[in-house]
């Protein structure tokens, strides 16, 4: 694991199973943020090593020109084993230790329920960790020191490949654009007419239109042109009525 760039907290740390997971389901509520003067974390679990289309090396390279779009604080990669991740102790530790470094306010995760099984067990993984990584018996270290407890104060999944219906719905219409630059860092994975390898569902031409027609059918719902929504682990609160949008 390459934590030389884990050098800051954060106030939001998202993780993703996949290169590319986070950035066609958030980057927009991420560049937002980060334009508001937030601190934005990336954590990818796995290369992506199984995809269809491209290879290791290839995605690499994409992530760090998606990455640069984006101007996070830092992204670094877990190197799971993609498709065959599990929720072990080992990579519980490992994630716990990154919370602990991060000490994010908000975690961003996969959704609970896709059609891939890596996010929802990702989903399943980083939820357990945010919990775990508050509890004092469970002893991780940094540069030969001892962490401290950290348990992030909101937990919440974006949406992927599934419909689902969201708790949180972010206005992202000022930043749709960069949001399309940034996925189509990911040239080997989306709609290349060009392209000699095997076709895959999201390699189609109607993937990329489908996240221009979910943002639309997002952002028609709160009355803006674009969105992205989010579920969220638990029931949120606020200060009175007239704080709500």
């Known amino acids: 694991m390459d934590r030389r760039n884990l050098n800051q907290n954060v106030d939001i740390l998202v993780f993703g199973a996949h290169p590319d997971d986070i950035e066609l389901s958030c980057s927009g509520t991420i560049l937002k943020h980060i334009d508001l003067g937030y601190r934005v974390g990336l954590i990818d679990l796995t290369r992506g090593e199984l995809g269809t289309r491209g290879s290791k090396k290839i995605r690499d390279k994409e992530t760090k020109i998606a990455t640069s779009l984006m101007n996070t604080s830092f992204r670094i990669n877990l190197n799971m084993k993609d498709g065959?991740?599990?929720?072990?102790?080992?990579n519980k530790l490992k994630v716990i230790s990154l919370i602990r470094s991060a000490k994010p306010k908000i975690v961003i995760a996969n959704s609970e329920n896709d059609r891939h099984p890596d996010h929802g067990r990702a989903a399943e993984l980083i939820k357990t960790c945010c919990f775990l990584s508050g509890l004092e018996k469970i002893t991780t270290q940094y540069d030969n020191q001892i962490q401290d407890t950290w348990r992030p104060e909101q937990l919440f999944y974006y949406i992927q490949y599934n419909q689902i219906t969201p708790d949180v719905i972010i206005d992202i219409s000022n930043y749709f654009d960069k949001k399309m630059e940034i996925i189509k860092s990911y040239s080997s994975q989306f709609y290349n007419p060009k392209s000699k390898e095997t076709k895959t569902v999201i390699s189609e031409k109607n993937f990329l239109e489908s996240i221009d027609?979910?943002?639309?059918?997002?952002?028609?719902?709160?009355?803006?042109?674009?969105?992205?929504?989010f579920k969220s682990e638990r029931i949120l609160s606020i200060n009175n009525l007239f704080d709500l949008n």
């Not at 065959?84 to 102790?89: A, G, K, P, Q, V």
């Open 84 to 90: 065959l991740f599990n929720i072990s102790d080992d």
């Open 213 to 229: 027609y979910r943002s639309k059918d997002l952002g028609r719902i709160i009355n803006v042109k674009h969105a992205e929504g």
